[in-house]
């Protein structure tokens, strides 16, 4: 009876002592595919990574991959093409008759402040950055943040022309990484002005910050470009002038020779092409990382695309006979008229490129009358000896937007912007029809109670 | 072969015992229906741990000592009998018990009396299931178990099927109950790669399952924890007996074919409602202003049209040629066979079952199909007579071969949207319509999922070990001591690979790939005393003390290649380009400690109280951990003096219990803030805040009371079973969605309540008794399910289910449709927005952004049922049972194409949209088609039915051929059968299956909605079961 006590000793101890001693031990288990935060901004590189990670964001599908700027386009080109598409979101988008719940908006809103995010915490570490680039990093950051608030504002507020924009409501101004959720974890809508406001501050410091070298990363001339572009949809013709004047002023950026060249495809083999002598920016697809939605939507399925939107044969009539340009406009092998700009899978997701620079710097001059850093129709004219045009003697504001449809037409979401822009009629609807502004996400409003509805949704 | 396998198993029976002797007797144990031999009966003398079992030929001998005045025999599914020790010889007859009170049910750590529970336990037994012509033993539990509602997403082999125990205790932490085979928690998560789930339960072979014992209330599953609040299933598997080598094969051979099709528009029907649909939009067009004249609009349109019809009939302008039914082509009749064998058996010292089967199953579905290769031993010794070791382990390996998840344009149903026009054969190639070479782009009208059959493959093969290995030791009477050690192994590897010909499915031209190791170790280490005893006449103490230790380790990678250099290459070193890939890791762990007792005085009152301590290194250092406890009382009437000798009631028992049980199934890492650093750009490394730490994250905690009596009339021949529950979950664990102006979008926190209240009830009664029998057992099972606290939450990924506070999980919530206004064809929808009377404006309008959503219904049935009747005369036997499903609706999610009056694309549409709408006045509730328009489309209550059924779910009819002829053959039984599965179903639901939920999209509140979903199949087979 003794030896059996005592073994009852060894196992109740023994059993209390491995399992107590076990604890803490195997209960502190740590992540292996993550690490955790405090070990994650702690260096310049750190800082630094986390930038890439914000490139990394923007790359996403409903944003710089090309959301942002093809989703205004099936908003505003039914003049242009015909949607064969499935995903009834968008066809919604195409029928101007969007829904509070459309998740293709939820996803942009999403992924737009996922970058703004990403923004911030490099923002609010970059004392962390070694001083050689520490101006370089946060300028970098600034940009994406500035440009992301200016297409946000664009998408979710009204136009800037349409009433008053400091009354107008845009999208919330989030300018802090987050850390903890509190009392501050719940923004208002911000007026379209105060929106534009800080992509102005923000692009503007980005502008000054970054360096000209040319990569495939923004640097001063990015910003500069996205500038003018900005102040062009303000009306502010004269800082657009001076914004485009500095872009191509500096003289990094050269149009290629042939139109389509800007659209490389090379053997017609899906494969990642650098950006070309014309890329002012551009988001990288490789067949690792980013996507570009525009292939997606436009290219055929022998491209790797979905082949939802067909080009109407009557677009290809605003064109004269011996438009280089045509050249990206041929019918698939089943005869469906087609835009080839985005044939390559893994093309990059074009932001912004010289042509457009010298169109706004064109439209600005011949607004203003003026002739800075080049006449209107030189511009002009350089853009239509590339496309194989022979040059005009003068040229008119209507024949400066003719060029700017033809040469920019599917890329930068013009169709919808310039529209509205320009108070034109959109596929129906004016130009300041509720039905031509995104909604705010539901599934935000019901996180968000400070978050009001745009007009023309009910919830 | 037998005699080696008996010496081999013989070395594991090592030392025996010999004690004094004083007499022996010897005797015959016999069935009292046929007088046939009970091998396996327990012989005792009572009130002594004396004892021996009955050989095969039913005989005994056993030595009592000279006090001895009472034998006890006692045999699984029989009456017990004591008999007087009279002289040398003592046979017996027994008679059989089919209710079964002396059941013992398996319980957590350890086993229990069905008598002396007080707590809710459900049980199925290896009869109900076994042979069922099914994948998973889920499938064949369906409608068999009380309170256990069981629920396929769809009719794919193997793939997720949705198990909740009394009703859903969380929304986004997981929902499954805990499985345990043999005492060993097992992994049950979903490993499939892609959204759509596979079954983890498909890997074991449900022949070898003895029993499966579900633990419902608090006061059976707290001893489980902080892991029981979903329910607890416990599987037993079976075990050798004493007597000769008993082997059992079985065989059935079978075929599967959908149980229901759907109709689609025919050629002619189809090109008059495209040819309409032009015209809608060449109406809405030209009013939009973009065109200058309605003619050009129509002639534009037209053209448009009619070229897509030249396009689609193969480039043939005479497009009344072809009339393909492709519905029909996604299935195909599919043929199975099973093979099981098993040989069991065991002397006092060792008891082994080793069984195997081989299972082969084709999908209806062309291009899935399933297999499995099982193989089990289970051993226990008796070492010395108060030591005794044992394992249970199997190996299996199961292939599936998967078809694309319900959303892709290749899953097979999807087939239905192509034109009848198109020929499955194009004539200008002779090959399949979409085939390379040719114009594969845009025709047909979609990818042809035909073209996956031969031109992708998606195998996802388990290599899965699963076992334990245990030690038993009686320290002292009354007091023993387990010890147990099992893991369960998983290997997966999912290999795929699709070729040029399906490149508009995949966007690769030139072939791409992915492989998919997935390793899970899953170990668990049980220590535990029990201590059983009784206390005079009137007290019995069974108590149990222990400590658990849980550890899970998933170790994956991956690898992705495009660019092959021909289809003949398909592994991914031969790809030109190696796309993608990873590799990771994932662990956690549960400290626990457990102790229950149960004491009963008289066996009349019954009292149980239980608890466990859980610590899970998912949680934040500051709530690590967690108590349960529960408590249960009972009343056996039965065995008070004034029911004691009734004739009419031979069992009541009323109980109750109350209790604390948890959830801990969230994400292994949840209360931590991450950084991920998979956010590359162009080749330069990145990192992304991913996750906000919640250091003060603690367990979701489910209160549960229930109320319930058993009770039994005539002898036990009509017995009934009923419960009332009901169940308050407090701090769930809750993906809460913040503001995705933060950049995330969730962060996991204790937030939200809700309840679930119902009843679960059964009835089982032999009809008749004697030559001819028949018996009945019914179950019935209500549960209402409310959210009634989210801080305002609302929960929704479909913008179709949405769970708010005051309403069940997962509601249906959308604008309702009003039809058509007679004018112009406009779908129209109910305002229904509140005016400041309070009532509800039903002004229809034809802006769905201006109508209010409205609560629509519940996707989760309320009331679940089954009812078997089984019948056998002489040799035959019949058996069958209904399962269904009541009070709920599903959304037809492929509505916004299949009946979307052909506005939204030149997709085939269902028969009932040729009721469109086609001039002013035309009542219908078609809207006008209007081609890409999308009128109507929306979602609306449009696409909502009631989907309440009631099907055959299984049927069995065998034959047992007479002893005298086996006799002849030399063979111990043989029964020849048929067995059906879902021979009929009966539901007013229009789809292919009320019993769906979209695979790729379902989830604890994605409930109920049909996209392109399989049907269930409809299989028989034939099949014959040997005894040697």
């Known amino acids: 009876m003794k030896k059996i006590r005592s073994y009852i000793k060894f196992i109740t101890v023994f059993t209390t002592v491995a399992a107590l001693s076990a604890c803490n031990k195997e209960l502190n288990l740590k992540p292996h595919d993550q690490i955790e935060s405090d070990q994650a901004i702690n260096t310049s590189a750190d800082v630094q990574s986390i930038l890439i990670g914000a490139y990394n964001r923007a790359g996403g599908s409903d944003v710089y991959g090309g959301g942002f700027f093809l989703e205004p386009d099936l908003m505003g080109s039914q003049s242009a093409i015909t949607w064969q598409g499935t995903f009834q979101d968008l066809t919604n988008m195409v029928d101007q008759q969007i829904t509070i719940n459309n998740a293709f908006v939820n996803s942009m809103w999403y992924n737009a402040y996922r970058i703004i995010n990403q923004a911030n915490y490099v923002i609010a570490n970059v004392s962390k950055v070694d001083a050689a680039s520490r101006d370089n990093t946060e300028g970098q950051a600034e940009f994406l943040r500035g440009m992301t608030y200016f297409d946000l504002a664009r998408m979710y507020g009204k136009a800037w022309n349409d009433g008053t924009p400091t009354t107008n409501l845009a999208v919330p101004l989030v300018l802090k990484p987050t850390t903890v959720i509190g009392s501050d974890s719940y923004p208002s809508r911000s007026t379209v002005a105060q929106v534009y406001q800080q992509a102005i501050t923000d692009l503007t ?83 690792q990382q980013g996507t570009n939605t525009f292939n997606t939507y436009y290219a055929s399925a022998d491209y790797g695309g979905r082949g939802d939107i067909i080009v109407k044969s009557s677009f290809l009539n605003n064109f004269t006979s011996g438009d280089d340009r045509l050249s990206v406009y041929n019918e698939d092998s089943d005869g469906t008229l087609r835009c080839d700009k985005f044939d390559n899978l893994y093309g990059n997701a074009h932001v912004i490129r010289l042509a457009e620079i010298y169109l706004i710097r064109a439209e600005c001059n011949s607004r203003l009358g003026s002739s800075s850093g080049a006449t209107p129709v030189s511009d002009i004219n350089k853009i239509r000896n590339r496309a194989g045009l022979s040059s005009l003697a003068t040229v008119t504001l209507t024949q400066i937007l003719n060029e700017r449809k033809l040469e920019l037409a599917f890329e930068g979401g013009f169709f919808l912007h310039d529209g509205k822009r320009l108070q034109q009629t959109i596929g129906g609807e004016a130009w300041n029809s509720n039905k031509l502004v995104f909604p705010i996400p539901q599934i935000e409003i019901n996180a968000n109670k400070n978050l009001v509805q745009n007009p023309g949704y009910t919830n | 072969m037998k005699k080696n396998l008996l010496t081999i198993l013989l070395l594991f029976s090592c030392i025996s015992f010999v004690f004094a002797q004083n007499r022996v007797i010897t005797g015959k144990v016999t069935d009292q229906k046929d007088g046939s031999p009970l091998p396996g009966v327990s012989v005792t003398v009572k009130g002594t741990n004396t004892g021996t079992q009955t050989d095969v030929a039913g005989s005994y001998s056993i030595t009592v000592p000279a006090t001895a005045k009472v034998l006890v025999f006692r045999y699984v599914g029989f009456k017990p009998a004591e008999l007087p020790i ?657 950049g995330i979008a969730t962060q996991t926190q204790n937030l939200g309540k809700l309840y679930n209240q119902g009843f679960d009830g059964s009835i089982s009664s032999d009809n008749f008794v004697g030559k001819f029998k028949w018996s009945t057992s019914f179950n019935i099972a209500y549960n209402k399910n409310l959210v009634t606290y989210l801080n305002g939450q609302v929960i929704t990924k479909n913008n179709i289910n949405y769970t708010r506070e005051g309403q069940p999980i997962g509601e249906f919530y959308m604008p309702e449709y009003a039809g058509v206004d007679p004018a112009n064809g406009d779908a129209l929808y109910y305002l229904n927005t509140k005016g400041t009377d309070g009532k509800l404006d039903r002004t229809k309008t034809n802006d769905y952004n201006k109508a209010q959503s409205i609560n629509a219904g519940n996707p989760t049935p309320p009331w679940n049922g089954g009812i078997t009747n089984t019948f056998s005369y002489k040799g035959f036997d019949l058996s069958f049972t209904f399962q269904g499903a009541f009070g709920y609706k599903v959304f037809n999610s492929g509505g916004q194409y299949m009946s979307a009056n052909a506005s939204n694309g030149f997709d085939n549409q269902t028969v009932d949209q040729m009721s469109y709408w086609d001039k002013p006045g035309d009542i219908t509730n078609v809207p006008e088609p209007r081609l890409f328009y999308a009128n109507g489309t929306s979602t609306s209550t449009r696409y909502l039915s009631g989907a309440s059924y009631v099907r055959l779910k299984t049927a069995s009819l065998g034959y047992n051929i007479p002893k005298d002829v086996l006799a002849k053959i030399k063979l111990d039984r043989a029964r020849v059968f048929v067995n059906a599965y879902n021979l009929f179903l009966i539901t007013k639901y229009k789809g292919w299956d009320p019993e769906v939920n979209s695979d790729y999209q379902a989830s604890n509140y994605n409930l109920s909605v049909d996209f392109y979903s399989a049907p269930q199949p409809r299989t028989i087979t034939f099949g014959v079961n040997i005894g040697l």
């Open chain 1, 205 to 287: 410091s980005a502008e000054s910050k970054m360096g000209t070298s040319v990569s495939f990363y923004a640097n001063s001339y990015s910003a500069s470009a996205i500038l003018a572009r900005l102040y062009l949809q303000q009306g502010d013709y004269a800082k657009a002038l001076v914004e485009a004047n500095k872009v191509i002023s500096g003289g990094k950026y050269s149009l290629v020779d042939n139109y389509a060249d800007e659209f490389p495809f090379p053997n017609q083999s899906a494969t990642h092409v650098d950006n070309t002598s014309e890329d002012i920016f551009a988001m990288q697809v490789t067949t």
């Open chain 2, 86 to 742: 009279g002289g040398k010889t003592l046979s017996t007859q027994l008679e059989q018990d089919s209710k079964q009170l002396t059941e013992v049910v398996v319980v957590g750590y350890g086993s229990q009396k069905r008598q002396s529970i007080t707590g809710s336990i459900t049980s199925v037994s290896a009869r109900e299931i076994q042979n069922t012509p099914v994948t998973t033993l889920e499938q064949a539990m369906q409608g068999k178990a009380a309170g256990v509602n069981i629920q396929a997403n769809n009719g794919k082999l193997g793939q997720g099927i949705k198990i909740s125990v009394r009703g859903t205790a969380s929304l986004t932490a997981g929902t499954n109950p805990l499985v345990v085979v043999d005492g060993v928690v097992i992994n049950s998560g979903d490993l499939s790669s892609t959204s759509a789930a596979t079954d983890p339960l498909a890997d074991i072979n449900f022949n070898d399952v003895e029993s499966v014992d579900i633990l419902k209330d608090a006061s059976a599953a707290a001893i489980y924890g902080a892991r029981a609040g979903n329910g607890v299933l416990l599987i037993t598997t079976k075990k050798g007996k004493n007597g000769d080598a008993k082997v059992n094969l079985n065989a059935q051979w079978g075929n599967s074919n959908p149980a229901r099709h759907r109709e689609f528009l025919n050629t002619a029907q189809w090109l008059k409602i495209e040819e309409r649909a032009g015209v809608g939009a060449a109406k809405q067009d030209y009013a939009a202003g973009l065109y200058d004249t309605m003619a050009d609009a129509l002639a534009d349109y037209k053209s448009y049209v009619e070229g897509k019809f030249t396009a689609y009939s193969a480039g043939s302008t005479d497009w009344t040629k072809t009339n393909t039914n492709w519905e029909k082509e996604a299935f195909q009749s599919a043929p199975q066979a099973q093979y099981d064998l098993n040989i069991s058996g065991g002397n006092d010292k060792t008891k082994y079952y080793i069984s195997g089967q081989y299972l082969d199953q084709t999908g209806m579905l062309k291009g899935n199909n399933f297999k499995r290769m099982s193989g089990r031993i289970n051993l226990d010794s008796k070492v010395f007579t108060n030591f005794d070791v044992g394992m249970n382990l199997t190996f299996n390996h199961s292939l599936n071969k998967r078809v694309d998840n319900d959303d892709s344009f290749g899953t097979p149903l999807q087939i239905v949207a192509l034109s009848p026009v198109t020929p499955v054969i194009d004539p200008r190639t002779g090959l399949l319509s979409g085939s390379l070479p040719g114009s594969a782009s845009s025709y047909p009208v979609y990818f042809n999922p035909l073209l996956n059959v031969d031109n992708a493959y998606y195998h996802t093969n388990v290599y899965r070990t699963l076992g334990n290995i245990y030690a038993n030791w009686q320290i002292i009477k009354h007091l023993t001591f387990r010890s147990e050690f099992g893991v369960d192994q998983t290997n997966q590897n999912e290999d795929s690979y699709s070729g040029r010909l399906v490149f508009r499915n995949t966007s690769q031209p030139n072939g791409t790939g992915e492989n998919t190791n997935t390793t899970i170790v899953h170990y668990t280490v049980n220590n535990y005393f029990t201590y059983k005893n009784a206390f005079g006449n009137d007290h019995t103490l069974d108590a149990t003390l222990g400590t658990s230790y849980e550890y899970n380790h998933y170790m994956g990678n991956d690898i992705q290649g495009q660019q092959f250099p021909s289809d003949s290459y398909k592994q991914i070193i031969d790809a030109a380009v190696k796309s993608g890939g990873y590799s990771s890791q994932t662990e956690y762990s549960f400290v626990s400690y457990f102790a229950r007792a149960n004491y009963a005085y008289k066996s009349k009152y019954l009292l149980s109280v239980s608890g466990r301590t859980d610590a899970s290194s998912r949680f934040g250092a500051n709530n690590r951990y967690g108590f349960f406890p529960a408590g249960s009382v009972g009343w056996v009437l039965s065995e008070e003096d004034f029911l004691k000798n009734s004739n009419l009631v031979s069992n009541l028992k009323v109980k109750a219990s109350y209790g604390l049980i948890g959830n801990a199934e969230i994400s292994n890492y949840a209360a931590l803030g991450l950084f991920y650093g998979d956010a590359g750009y162009n080749g330069v490394p990145g990192q992304r805040f991913y996750q906000l730490a919640n250091p003060n994250l603690k367990w979701e905690k489910t209160a549960q009371l229930d109320i319930g009596f058993e009770v039994g009339f005539f002898n036990n021949r009509l017995t009934a079973g009923f419960d009332y529950y009901k169940k308050n979950t407090r701090d769930l664990l809750l993906d809460v969605n913040v503001p995705q102006s933060l």
